[in-house]
């Protein structure tokens, strides 16, 4: 977007003061993601729109992996609300659409118009799709949230784990008032990358691949897959390194999910020992 004329800067999100450290006389926008993908690092939403009410900077949250049923930015003071409507709100990753979710009539209208300008225009079809994927948002984000829960304490357990990121897993309170951890687990192997590739294609049930959200279980290797494009240097920097591996947690029956992920780490285990 700099070809238009736009300005960036890149913040911890972690630290609320960082956003406030940043403002410039330019700054028009305050960009969220919490969690974020794919480290599931948190921002305290309202603690941004103080800093961002104080200059009249506009505070737009990526909902995405928290869904409506777990999150609301909108009561928290965030101005627009995104979502890839693709991922948990359809819900069965057979749709493509997204969505802007706003409540002050004026913004409303100045988003409307963009969109009728320019023709972001959601088919029949995928609307009906996404109409039907939401009646059972609340029950599948139920569903996620234990299943995902229930593997990151087992990832915990695994000696070649490095780390584990999931909200909540430590027990210390999430901001915005998040009902439940959702759906997505990070971790990271102690183990080459070979290894780490021999891993990602060793499950039966988790499907590797680059969506997330559905009812199936999806893992990916961010290094190599979703964050490819980033350079080496940067993407570690930013924690996204080669040992690292998102899991989009499904709807399954949760023994079933964790055999999947033993018979994983089994089918590696000869590898680590003789590294």
């Known amino acids: 977007m700099k070809k238009f004329k736009l300005e960036f800067s890149y913040v911890d999100g972690t630290n609320p003061e960082n956003f406030k450290n940043a403002i410039q006389d330019n700054t028009k926008l305050f960009w969220i993601e919490t969690p974020t993908n794919p480290l599931l690092k948190l921002t305290d939403i309202e603690t941004v729109v103080s800093f961002a009410k104080e200059k009249n900077i506009i505070v737009a949250v990526d909902n995405t992996f928290a869904t409506p049923y777990i999150q609301q930015p909108l009561d928290l003071g965030a101005d627009i609300v995104m979502h890839s409507a693709s991922k948990y709100l359809g819900g069965h990753c057979d749709v493509i659409g997204g969505a802007l979710i706003v409540k002050d009539d004026e913004l409303a209208n100045k988003l409307h118009f963009n969109q009728y300008a320019v023709g972001g225009m959601l088919a029949p079809f995928e609307s009906w799709l996404l109409m039907r994927g939401m009646k059972t948002l609340h029950l599948r984000m139920e569903r996620h949230s234990m299943n995902a829960m229930k593997i990151a304490e087992y990832l915990e357990t695994v000696d070649i784990v490095d780390r584990v990121y999931c ?26 990358v070979e290894t780490v590739k021999k891993f990602t294609m060793s499950t039966k049930l988790f499907i590797l691949a680059e969506s997330l959200g559905g009812v199936e279980s999806l893992m990916n290797h961010p290094a190599f897959m979703t964050h490819a494009s980033i350079p080496q240097e940067i993407r570690e920097k930013a924690g996204v390194t080669d040992g690292l591996i998102r899991l989009s947690v499904g ?13 994983a780490f089994a089918a590696i285990s000869e590898t680590v020992k003789q590294a």
């Open 167 to 192: 909200p909540g897993l430590d027990g210390s309170k999430v901001p915005n008032n998040m009902k439940m951890p959702g759906g997505m687990v990070s971790f990271s192997i102690n183990a080459d």
């Open 251 to 263: 709807i399954e029956h949760i023994d079933d999910l964790l055999i999947d992920l033993r018979m």
